[in-house]
């Protein structure tokens, strides 16, 4: 069972180069999430998605953009990587109901220089 | 800014002790939720209590909820080596996930 998956799971980027997070989910849930992760922080919502097609800014959004290109795939994209975004990010996905879990991806450390 | 505080922030301990974590809250719950989080790895969900319910349990897993003082506790009874981790309460409902900053449990042989 796979789960979810991203990809990579490392990546070291320079100052004011792009690049696109991926994520992919098998277990046909509605929504999905990426949230951030930086030491003494917890996790920070960055962006979500209720359904396909719908995405809404969480709480830390500045410098990210999201794409849900369908029911399973949700990706992160950074623009412009600024050093102030090294952390170590985290897909993740659930059903939409009054009482359910969320399912985490193993996470893709980023580092911007 | 979170909305689960978890306490201590840290907490180190013997195999075979328990291990006592907390959880306060600002705002109203459906339910709250337990996480661990092994070094490197994704959460994993341990435990959900709704807002109704008083206390739960789950193998060495005991959970309590008292909406009155808007705070939880995780109880983790007879520690192995293998609960060391990080432990992160959630509040949530209806697709949204809130969470804590965490308590990072290390067990010693």
């Known amino acids: 069972n796979a789960g979810v998956t991203q990809t990579p799971k490392f990546q070291v980027l320079k100052t004011g180069q792009s690049m696109t997070l991926q994520c992919a989910q098998d277990?046909?849930?509605?929504?999905m999430y990426w949230y951030r992760q930086d030491p003494g922080m917890g996790l920070r919502l960055i962006y979500y998605?209720?359904?396909?097609?719908?995405?809404d800014k969480g709480e830390v959004p500045n410098g990210y953009n999201v794409s849900r290109l369908n029911k399973r795939e949700f990706s992160l994209r950074l623009e412009s990587a600024a050093p102030s975004q090294t952390s170590v990010y985290f897909c993740?996905?659930?059903?939409?109901?009054?009482?359910?879990?969320?399912?985490f991806g193993q996470g893709t450390r980023l580092t911007v220089v | 800014s979170q909305q689960g505080e978890e306490d201590p922030q840290a907490l180190s301990i013997q195999e075979g002790e328990n291990a006592t974590m907390n959880c306060s809250y600002k705002?109203?719950?459906?339910?709250l939720q337990w996480y661990r989080q092994n070094s490197g790895r994704g959460l994993v969900h341990l435990i959900l209590?709704?807002?109704?319910?008083r206390e739960k349990h789950s193998g060495r897993l005991r959970v309590t909820l008292d909406t009155s003082k808007k705070s939880s506790s995780l109880l983790i009874t007879a520690s192995r080596a293998a609960d060391t981790a990080s432990y992160f309460c959630?509040?949530?409902?209806?697709?949204?996930?809130?969470f804590g900053a965490g308590t990072q449990v290390v067990v010693t042989p």
């Open positions: 993740a996905s659930s059903w939409t109901g009054r009482d359910t879990e969320a399912f």
């Open positions: 277990m046909n849930h509605n929504s």
């Open positions: 998605s209720a359904s396909e097609g719908t995405t």
């Open positions: 705002t109203s719950i459906n339910n």
């Open positions: 209590i709704r807002s109704n319910e």
């Open positions: 959630a509040r949530a409902g209806w697709g949204k996930f809130q």
